[in-house]
Nanobody, 122 residues
Framework: VQLQASGGGLVQTGGSLSLSCAVS????????IAWFRQAPGKEREGVAC????????VYSDSVKGRFTIASDNAKNTVYLQMNSLKSEDTAVYYC????????????????WGQGTLVTVSS
């Protein structure tokens, strides 16, 4: 299983950014694909998760209403559209996969991509 994250960069407060995660090696539509992030000095936290076959999505409270997770089954790619960005969104963002089609922050995600850095400046 391989996950390739891309799209990070520098953006001003209030701006938008879109991340992509290309996935290979598993049944894309029936797997849970999630975005996590880790800010300097903080623990990793789950941000958003999707199981595309059943349109199941989960968001953390900190991003609900600002971030949108979506998938393109034809491209085996998951996107994270981030709007109204805040300085506290600054972090390394990782995509991860779980073969079980369950979006929950209480389950272990077995497969991880490399991180992509998002920096929000004021």
């Amino acid at each position: 299983v391989q996950l390739q994250a891309s799209g990070g960069g520098l953006v001003q407060t209030g701006g938008s950014l879109s991340l992509s995660c290309a996935v290979s090696g598993l049944t894309f539509g029936n797997s849970a694909i999630a975005w996590f992030r880790q800010a300097p000095g903080k623990e990793r936290e789950g941000v958003a998760c999707i199981v595309s076959d059943n349109d199941d999505t989960v968001y953390s409270d900190s991003v609900k209403g600002r971030f949108t997770i979506a998938s393109d089954n034809a491209k085996n790619t998951v996107y994270l559209q981030m709007n109204s960005l805040k300085s506290e969104d600054t972090a390394v963002y990782y995509c991860a996969a779980n073969r079980d089609p369950l979006c929950s922050w209480h389950v272990k995600f077995d497969h991880w991509g490399q991180g992509t850095l998002v920096t929000v400046s004021s």
